[in-house]
Each structure stands twice: as structure tokens, then as C-alpha cells.
């Protein structure tokens, strides 16, 4: 019996061959990045988590290039936006740094900025896996953008 994650994937491969390939095929539940991306590769359509607003609630932001603790001092004076150039009210509005003053003072606009930063995340994560599907370049995709997101930036 390998590690849980792997069990899901084996029992998700395993039970979309039994599901209506006409019909959408939804989990429940699963929400990193690399669960969302495995499943896909693996037959599923929908997701619905809580991942990307509770972990942004807690100072956790996914972007492009790896995960970030907005709360870590290493971004106290940082003027740049959390993800280069990605279209989230969030990035194109508020620096690194501001974000990370909004978490140490306890403001609640800090939890919202970064729920709506990883919300937008999430969204340009499935738009671009669509994409690249229709493309036929699915797998190959997701093995360079999981490379990136996968570290701690």
C-alpha cells in the first residue's frame, strides 16, 4: 500500500474508467495544485475545495513559481507584486511587502487580498490546463509548471 496521495490517484484512475466519459466527472475535496493537475491527467473535470481561501486566510499564496508565506520577514519591505505579471486584483494592486503588513497587523483585508489572489490562481490554473489539453500538451505542461509550483519561494 503506497502513501495516501498515491492511493488517490491509483483509486481515481481506477474509478473513472467505470464514469460516463460524456458526462463531467467531479472530486470532491481535493485542492493543491499538483492533486487538481494529477486528477485531470487522470479523467476528472470539477473540483470544489476549501484550499485556496483557507490557506490564503493563513498567509499561504500560490503563484507561478512556488508557494509563499506572505507572513515571512523576507517580503517586510518588498515592492514588488506576488507573482510578476499575473491578472489578480490582488498582484496588479498590492506589493509584497503591503501584504505582509495587512497579516501583522491583523487586518482583515490581508485575508481577503490573498483568498482573491489564490481564487484567481486557481482559476488561471484550470484555464490554462483547458488550454493546454486542447492543445495536446497536457502532460508535458504539467510536469514543468509542477517543477515551479511545487517549491517554497
Request: proline content about 4%.
Amino acid at each position: 500500500v503506497g502513501e495516501p496521495v498515491e492511493m488517490m490517484y491509483e483509486l481515481t484512475e481506477f474509478t473513472t474508467q467505470f464514469l460516463p466519459k460524456e458526462k463531467p466527472r467531479y472530486l470532491m475535496g481535493v485542492g493543491t495544485p499538483e492533486n487538481l493537475l494529477e486528477s485531470i491527467e487522470r479523467g476528472i473535470d470539477m473540483f470544489d475545495c476549501v484550499m485556496p481561501t483557507r490557506n490564503g486566510r493563513n498567509g499561504m499564496l500560490f503563484t507561478r513559481n512556488g508557494r509563499m508565506n506572505i507572513r515571512n520577514a523576507k517580503w517586510k519591505i518588498d515592492e514588488s507584486p506576488l507573482d510578476g505579471d499575473f491578472e489578480s486584483y490582488t498582484n496588479k494592486n498590492f506589493s509584497r511587502g503591503y501584504l505582509r503588513h495587512l497579516f501583522q497587523v491583523n487586518e482583515i483585508l490581508g485575508l481577503q487580498l490573498a483568498s482573491i489572489h489564490n481564487l484567481s490562481f486557481y482559476l488561471w490554473l484550470m484555464r490554462e490546463a483547458r488550454k493546454q489539453i486542447l492543445s495536446n500538451n497536457f502532460s508535458h505542461w504539467k510536469k514543468e509548471i509542477l517543477e515551479k509550483m511545487t517549491i517554497q519561494i
